[in-house]
């Protein structure tokens, strides 16, 4: 019994040591402050972007033969040219659609272009299709921050297209790249 | 009878051992050795950081010559206000990996703020810098601990560029 009694104790003590031990054995830390290797942090501030129309697209004045049967294209450049085709004469002061866009200097704008409806009086329509390189283009703002670009484009005529005077809005959208 | 009674005290003794003590079953001297309940400095692994990802606020439109600041949190939320009009899809929180000792508890330390410096020697700068890590952060049991953080932009006097700025982060073992 007496036996016992004092291993009891003996564990007793034990058991309080073993909890307070941590906060007196734990070595102190050792290792210095390490730093990551440098690390940037980025933003790039612009202004909202402008956009202004200088030019209507116009096709001028297109005849049709009368040898004119399936649909032919008739493409205008970016400086205005109309390339005819064999069964339409044209001729009036064609003009491609030009737009000035501006905003923070040297930054790169991409330029949306949908293609759009012509109308005429009667009801019909034509579809005007901007050109590759009209959806392609990705004017960059100068120094600055202005740029402008042109929108060329193909509309279809065939002996079946009704005369008229076709006339639409073309939705054009930038935004920087 | 003198024979059981050293017996029954023996059960009773070692009863009273499971109940007492964490410790194994193994005589050790208790007053002599320190337990180790962390690994010792000399044998753990040094800690160190990658920054995984840049803080990258893309790009904001400033309308007007006014101020706005931008705020990116640590969870990938952003939101924009006074001058500043949108904030691009690009924005990207700053992630870091802290490398070490599995289990071990440490410290990080970011800046309270960052200078971003543009063009024309024009600054902006992040502040209110928060993490997601937790308040006793500890490297897992893979040996790395990731987290992320985000800041607070302010811009004002109508200056536009690309701003870039160096900072660091720190960690050590606590």
Known sequence: MDKFTRTLSL?????????AAPALAAPPSTTAVVASPAATARAQIVDPLTLTKTSDLDFGTLVKKTTLGAAETVVIDESGVVT????LLCSGTPTAASFDVAGSADQVVKVYIAASTLTAPGGATLTFTPSSSAVTTSP???GSGNASFKVA????????TASGIYVGNMDVTVDYN | MMVRIPSVSMALLLAVMDLYSPMPAVAQCRLCVTPSTG???ETAPPVK????TNLDFDRLVLGGSGSGSAVLAPDGSR???GAIMTLGGRAMVGTVIVHGEPGRAVRVSLPGAITLYGPTGSEVRI?????????LPRIGSNGSLSFRFGGELHVSGGADGNFRGDFQVDVDYL
């Open chain 2, 79 to 81: 939101s924009t206000s």
């Open chain 2, 39 to 41: 690994p010792e400095a």
């Open chain 1, 84 to 87: 005819c085709t064999t069964n």
């Open chain 1, 140 to 142: 960059v703002l100068d």
């Open chain 1, 153 to 160: 484009g193909s509309i279809d005529v065939a002996s079946t």
């Open chain 2, 49 to 52: 950081l990658d920054v995984e």
């Open chain 1, 11 to 19: 564990l007793g003590a034990g058991a309080a040591f073993v909890v």
């Open chain 2, 127 to 135: 502040d209110s810098i928060r993490s997601d890590l937790p308040s």
